[in-house]
């Protein structure tokens, strides 16, 4: 893996909503096969600011830079780079009226233009690697949420994405669900992927993590290993949060 | 099970219900008020006929329905104006269907001017009546684009119901949550992909109900042509009575048939919603 390829490149990176000052100029780069997780109070921005790494947000001022394509509202690019770029969000979004097979397919078929056998055997593949291969002609309501959250990330893998984001992925899971979907997580992130994982999981993001950002109120207030992220924080802020999600 | 502590007799009877709330919840007593209300209804306009003077001919009624000449069988005005107000009524309501989506994207779009015309078109029509909106059709627009009574009476029936199709579609658009929309866009596609595979196919749960009601009212408006002469069920009553005199019998006869057509589909619409619910 060469770490020296950056994969999304933030440079002074703003965000409004209306007056409201949701991202202050955000810097950050994420190099090819590094493993970043967000984290941070809610309404710090962690999520907005992964929107926008897929064009779900649009940012005001500054540069983002992913894959080579520069994003802004607008770009011609925008779809290649959403094919290059998958997104696992808190709700899973899965198409209820398909298949998790038929969600699978779908992205692949009519945006890639991809043969139906083709679509299905690949579907088939990531399904293993989610270890749901039996669930494949369930419809996604059948399903528990931490299978939904498995189909969903499968469903991104489908696209042959080379960046995928995390948007609170187990937030919305039941207790003893959040350790499959990590599990998965954890294998994608061996198999080289870049990953960009907003989350409060601190126990995957010590595992998994190349680089911890912590974020608040809009601004990133540190970036830093993760070793010295959980030892020894360079911000008073940082550690307080860590005492309070770390605590029990 | 806990009983929290509460003791309680097992296995004694419930109290009855008041004498009265049994009387009123049997079926046969509620099937008994319903004979006897309609029975009543029926009566006074029986009596009130007679007090009129009316000639009863009930028997002269099924020549219009099917005849046996020496020729052999054959279908009577009725059934043949049955006929042209069904193909009247779907050839307007596909035509609703596809203005009304168009004025439906053309209102979610995010082109201002799209907008515009879409709430334009909306206000407009809505506020035109309809007897106003078909002479409009058939006396000022037939000549000037040169079209005949009936394509007057289809473009009418279409916008008209177009209008109120298009407030569906926006409904049952917007009842999708944003979240799908966010996940086709995710997977890049591009905005008619994701109507076309996402969200109209899970619109169509929340549009079944409204849009039955709509057919429904478009079969029922669809008689107001028979102002222009355009041959159809209501038409071809008024030729009837103005043959045979025989108003009272026709106009029950041709209300009964809208009434049966009407009750079919919205019965057929319901077994269709049920099947939707499971598959959801």
Redo the contacts between chains.
Sequence with gaps: MNQATPMIEVTNLDKFYGAFHALKNIDLTVHQGEKVVICGPSGSGKSTLIRCF???EWHNSGRLVIDGIEVYDGAKEI??L??E???V?Q?F?????LTVLENLT??PM???GISKAQAEETARNYLERVHIPEQADK?P?QLSGGQQQRV?IA??LC?ETRIMLFDEPTSALDPEMINEVLDVMVELADTGMTMVVVTHEMGFARKVADTMVFMEAGQIVEVSPPEQFFTNPSSERCRLFLDQILAH | MSDLGISRPKGQPLPKPPFLKRFFDSTLISVGIYVVIVGLIAYGAYIGAQGMGYNWQWYRVPQFLYRNTEVGFEWGEIPIGLVATIKLSVTAFILAMVIGLLVALLRLSDLVIGSAIAVGFLELIRNIPLLVLLYLFYYVLGPIFGFDRYTASILTLAVFHSALISEIFRAGINAVPTGQWEAAKSIGMSPSQTYRYIILPQSVRFMLPPMTGEVVHLIKSSAIVSVIAVAELTTFGRNIISDTYMSFEIWFTIALVYLVVTLILSIGVSHLEKKYAVDQ
């Design positions: 897929n064009g779900l779809r290649e959403r094919q770029v998958g997104m969000f709700q979004n899965l198409f209820p009226h779908i992205g009519k945006v890639r419809y309501a969903a469903r991104s696209m």
